[in-house]
Nanobody
């Protein structure tokens, strides 16, 4: 079993930055993937990016590429989403998710943290 807890959300002005954290507990990650997603009001859940736990390689959605950066701390079992140059359209609930045994999906999800970007 894996538990994921996000933190770091809040209210920020457009152009500002926030750093989200995702703390994992319950098992050791090795060769897994941690992903970040978001859901804006009235919209479907959107993929933001992911990081390969073993080698730190990352992949981002076009909408955040160049502005958001995902990193991880293997010792702390935490993943981070650094968000820069935030825009009002980045306003959403942000979730982290862990891929443990699935081939392409995600098996565990956090509860989400609200990010609001004011114009």
């Amino acid at each position: 079993q894996v538990q994921l807890v996000e933190s770091g959300g809040g209210l920020v002005q457009a152009g500002g930055s926030l750093r989200l954290s995702c703390a994992a507990s319950g098992r050791t990650f090795s060769g897994n993937v941690m992903g970040w997603f978001r859901r804006a009001p009235g919209k479907d859940r959107e993929f933001v990016g992911r990081i390969n736990w073993s080698d730190g390689s990352t992949y981002y959605a076009d909408s955040v590429k160049g502005r958001f950066t995902i990193s991880r701390d293997i010792v702390e079992k935490a993943a981070y989403l650094q968000m820069n140059s935030l825009k009002p359209e980045d306003t959403a609930v942000y979730y982290c998710a862990a891929r443990v045994w699935s081939v392409t999906g995600y098996d565990y999800w956090g509860q989400g943290t609200q990010v609001t970007v004011s114009s």
